[in-house]
C-alpha cells in the first residue's frame, strides 16, 4: 500500500515536471509554445504629417532655366550672389535648400546569422501577414494579422495569454496587466466571430482554439486596438504567447 | 587727288575711332563679390562591434536550443553573428553595437542606420533570394532589461544607392542626410559621447526551407550629421 502510494506521487511529479507547471490540468502537457511580437506605431490622428516632395518639377523654374539657356544675357542683370542664396533656383523634385558634398562620417557593421528549421512548425507555427501596425487613437481594427497553425496527435488545444503578465501587476501599452484591461482585442477567424481581449494574467491563460487528435487546423487572427489620447506617439511591442497544449 | 587724300585720312581716323571704341569696352573693370560660406563643424563617428564582454544572442525560448555567438564575433571587432538561430523564434544579441560621435557642433548631432540591403541569404541560396530586413532585424539601446520581446524599431533596407569598397560598404544619400525613418539617436550637445545598442532578430518559420538551414547577411551603415 505504501509503495502505490509513492508510485502514485512519482507519477503525478513527473506529470508536474513535464508540464512545467503550466498545465491547467494534470491530464495536459505542454508541446512547445511560441511567442507572436509585432510592433505597433503609433501616429497622431488624423494623418501622419510629413514632407512629400512633389511628383512634377516646378514649371516656374523650368521655365526661367529654358530662358536663360536660349539668352544667356537676356533679362535683368544678374549678380553672382544676391541677397538670396541663389540668383537662379534649383530644379528637380526633391531640391534641397542648400547642396554640399557628404561630408558625414560612415561607419559599416556586419550582420548575420544562419536559419535552422523549426523543430515545431509541424505541431505549433505562426504565418505572418503584416509586419506592422499602424495606428491612430482610438479604435483601430487589423484583418487577418497572422495565422495559427496547430496539430497534434492526440487531443489538443491552443493557450494564449500577454507575453511576461502575471496575475496581478503592472504593464504597458498595450497588453497592460491585470488588473488593468488590455488595449487589444483578438479574434480568430472560422472559431468565433467575437473579439476578446488579449488575457493579461499569465497562466493558464485562456483558450485560443481547441482540436482533435490528427486533425490540424489554421486560423487568421484579427485584431482591435484602443489607442488612448493620453499615450505619446511612437512605436509600442504586442507580444503574445501561445502554447500548445495536448491530452494523453 | 587731294579729295582722295582726305577720303583716306578720313577713313584712317575712323578706323583708330573704332578701334578705340573696342579697346574701352575690352578694358577691365572692377567689381565685386559676396561670397558666403560655413565652415562645416568636425563629425567623427566610430562603431564597435561586440563592444563589452558577454556579447552575443539569447532566447529562442521554447526552441529547444540554446543560442551561442558565431565564430565571426569578435570582442570589440568582427561581425554582429547570431550564430545557429531557429526559425520562428526570437532572440536578443547584447551589446551588438557601441556608436562613438566625437563633434565640436555646439547643436550636437544626429546618427542613423540602415541596411545597406536586406538580408541576402546564402549556402544555399533561399527562394527567394532575399528576406527583408525591417521585418527580422530590430535595434533597441543597451539595457539589463531588454529581452527578445522588448519595444525595438525595425532597421530599413536603404532606397539610396551603396558601394562596397576597400573601406567597407557605403550609401551615397542625395542631399549627404539619410531618411527621418532611419533615425536611431539624436543628441543635442557637443562633445565625445557613446551609446550601446542591442539587436532583436524575429524570425518567421518560413524564412527557411524545413529541412535545410540558410545563412542570411547584411550590413547595416551608420551615419552621423552634424546639427
Given at each position: 500500500?505504501?509503495?502505490?502510494?509513492?508510485?502514485?506521487?512519482?507519477?503525478?511529479?513527473?506529470?508536474?515536471?513535464?508540464?512545467?507547471?503550466?498545465?491547467?490540468?494534470?491530464?495536459e502537457l505542454?508541446?512547445t509554445?511560441?511567442v507572436?511580437?509585432?510592433n505597433?506605431?503609433?501616429?497622431?490622428?488624423?494623418?501622419?504629417?510629413?514632407f512629400?516632395?512633389?511628383?512634377?518639377?516646378?514649371?516656374?523654374?523650368?521655365?526661367?532655366?529654358?530662358?536663360?539657356?536660349?539668352?544667356?544675357?537676356?533679362?535683368?542683370?544678374?549678380?553672382a550672389l544676391?541677397?538670396?542664396?541663389?540668383?537662379?533656383?534649383?530644379?528637380?523634385?526633391?531640391?534641397?535648400?542648400m547642396?554640399?558634398?557628404?561630408s558625414?562620417?560612415?561607419?559599416?557593421?556586419p550582420?548575420?546569422?544562419?536559419?535552422?528549421?523549426d523543430?515545431?512548425?509541424?505541431?505549433?507555427?505562426?504565418?505572418?501577414?503584416l509586419?506592422?501596425?499602424?495606428?491612430?487613437?482610438?479604435a483601430?481594427?487589423?484583418?487577418?494579422?497572422?495565422?495559427?497553425?496547430a496539430?497534434?496527435?492526440?487531443?489538443?488545444?491552443?493557450?494564449?495569454?500577454?507575453?511576461?503578465?502575471?496575475?496581478?501587476?503592472t504593464?504597458?501599452?498595450?497588453i497592460?496587466n491585470?488588473?488593468?484591461?488590455?488595449d487589444?482585442?483578438w479574434?480568430?477567424?472560422?472559431v468565433?466571430?467575437?473579439f476578446?481581449?488579449?488575457?493579461?494574467?499569465?497562466?493558464?491563460?485562456?483558450?485560443?482554439f481547441?482540436?482533435?487528435?490528427?486533425?490540424?487546423?489554421?486560423?487568421?487572427?484579427?485584431?482591435?486596438?484602443t489607442?488612448?489620447?493620453s499615450?505619446?506617439?511612437?512605436?509600442?511591442?504586442?507580444?503574445?504567447?501561445?502554447?500548445?497544449?495536448?491530452?494523453? | 587727288?587731294?579729295l582722295?587724300?582726305?577720303?583716306?585720312?578720313?577713313?584712317?581716323?575712323?578706323?583708330f575711332?573704332?578701334?578705340?571704341?573696342?579697346?574701352?569696352?575690352?578694358a577691365p573693370?572692377?567689381?565685386?563679390?559676396?561670397v558666403?560660406?560655413?565652415?562645416?563643424?568636425l563629425?567623427?563617428?566610430?562603431?564597435t562591434?561586440?563592444?563589452?564582454s558577454?556579447?552575443?544572442?539569447t532566447?529562442?525560448?521554447?526552441?529547444?536550443?540554446?543560442?551561442a555567438?558565431?565564430?565571426?564575433?569578435?570582442?570589440?571587432?568582427?561581425?554582429?553573428d547570431?550564430?545557429?538561430?531557429?526559425?520562428?523564434?526570437?532572440?536578443?544579441?547584447?551589446?551588438?553595437?557601441?556608436?562613438?560621435?566625437q563633434?565640436n557642433?555646439?547643436?550636437?548631432?544626429?546618427?542613423?542606420a540602415?541596411?545597406?540591403?536586406?538580408?541576402?541569404?546564402?549556402?544555399?541560396?533561399?527562394?527567394?533570394?532575399?528576406?527583408?530586413?525591417?521585418?527580422?532585424?530590430f535595434?533597441?539601446?543597451?539595457s539589463?532589461?531588454?529581452?527578445?520581446?522588448?519595444?525595438?524599431?525595425?532597421?530599413?533596407?536603404?532606397?539610396?544607392?551603396?558601394?562596397v569598397?576597400?573601406?567597407?560598404?557605403?550609401?551615397?544619400?542625395?542631399?549627404?542626410?539619410?531618411?527621418?525613418?532611419?533615425?536611431?539617436?539624436s543628441?543635442?550637445?557637443?562633445?565625445t559621447?557613446?551609446?550601446?545598442?542591442?539587436?532583436?532578430?524575429?524570425?518567421?518559420?518560413?524564412?527557411?526551407?524545413?529541412?535545410?538551414?540558410?545563412?542570411?547577411?547584411?550590413?547595416?551603415?551608420?551615419?552621423?550629421?552634424?546639427?
Amino acid at each position: 500500500m505504501k509503495r502505490a502510494a509513492l508510485l502514485w506521487l512519482g507519477f503525478l511529479a513527473l506529470v508536474c515536471a513535464f508540464g512545467g507547471g503550466e498545465s491547467a490540468y494534470a491530464s495536459e502537457l505542454n508541446k512547445t509554445l511560441k511567442v507572436f511580437t509585432i510592433n505597433i506605431v503609433v501616429t497622431p490622428s488624423p494623418t501622419p504629417v510629413g514632407f512629400i516632395a512633389p511628383a512634377h518639377k516646378q514649371p516656374s523654374n523650368i521655365a526661367k532655366a529654358e530662358a536663360l539657356t536660349a539668352n544667356p544675357y537676356g533679362g535683368p542683370t544678374r549678380v553672382a550672389l544676391g541677397p538670396a542664396a541663389f540668383d537662379i533656383p534649383m530644379l528637380g523634385p526633391a531640391a534641397a535648400p542648400m547642396v554640399v558634398a557628404q561630408s558625414s562620417p560612415q561607419g559599416s557593421l556586419p550582420v548575420q546569422f544562419v536559419a535552422k528549421p523549426d523543430p515545431n512548425a509541424t505541431f505549433l507555427h505562426f504565418v505572418p501577414h503584416l509586419a506592422v501596425l499602424n495606428a491612430g487613437y482610438g479604435a483601430n481594427s487589423y484583418t487577418c494579422v497572422f495565422e495559427i497553425y496547430a496539430f497534434m496527435t492526440s487531443t489538443w488545444k491552443v493557450v494564449d495569454w500577454g507575453y511576461g503578465t502575471v496575475s496581478s501587476g503592472t504593464g504597458t501599452f498595450p497588453i497592460e496587466n491585470l488588473p488593468s484591461a488590455s488595449d487589444l482585442s483578438w479574434s480568430a477567424e472560422g472559431v468565433s466571430t467575437a473579439f476578446d481581449t488579449v488575457y493579461n494574467g499569465g497562466s493558464p491563460g485562456e483558450v485560443t482554439f481547441t482540436g482533435t487528435a490528427n486533425v490540424s487546423q489554421q486560423h487568421c487572427i484579427d485584431f482591435k486596438l484602443t489607442v488612448p489620447t493620453s499615450l505619446a506617439a511612437g512605436t509600442y511591442t504586442a507580444a503574445i504567447q501561445y502554447t500548445l497544449q495536448y491530452t494523453f | 587727288m587731294k579729295l582722295r587724300s582726305v577720303v583716306t585720312l578720313l577713313i584712317g581716323l575712323l578706323a583708330f575711332a573704332v578701334n578705340g571704341i573696342g579697346s574701352a569696352l575690352a578694358a577691365p573693370s572692377a567689381g565685386s563679390a559676396q561670397v558666403k560660406y560655413k565652415v562645416l563643424p568636425l563629425v567623427k563617428l566610430t562603431v564597435t562591434p561586440n563592444y563589452q564582454s558577454g556579447f552575443g544572442p539569447t532566447g529562442g525560448s521554447g526552441s529547444g536550443a540554446t543560442p551561442a555567438p558565431g565564430s565571426l564575433a569578435v570582442l570589440d571587432t568582427g561581425t554582429v553573428d547570431f550564430g545557429s538561430v531557429i526559425a520562428g523564434y526570437q532572440y536578443l544579441y547584447k551589446y551588438a553595437a557601441s556608436v562613438t560621435v566625437q563633434t565640436n557642433d555646439s547643436a550636437g548631432f544626429i546618427v542613423y542606420a540602415e541596411g545597406s540591403t536586406d538580408f541576402n541569404g546564402s549556402n544555399p541560396v533561399p527562394s527567394p533570394p532575399t528576406f527583408p530586413i525591417s521585418q527580422a532585424l530590430f535595434w533597441i539601446v543597451s539595457s539589463a532589461a531588454n529581452s527578445p520581446f522588448s519595444v525595438a524599431t525595425a532597421f530599413n533596407s536603404t532606397s539610396s544607392a551603396n558601394t562596397v569598397g576597400g573601406g567597407g560598404t557605403t550609401i551615397t544619400y542625395a542631399g549627404g542626410v539619410p531618411p527621418p525613418s532611419a533615425l536611431i539617436w539624436s543628441n543635442s550637445t557637443s562633445g565625445t559621447v557613446t551609446q550601446g545598442y542591442d539587436f532583436q532578430l524575429r524570425l518567421p518559420t518560413s524564412i527557411t526551407p524545413s529541412t535545410t538551414s540558410t545563412q542570411f547577411n547584411v550590413y547595416v551603415i551608420y551615419t552621423a550629421v552634424g546639427n
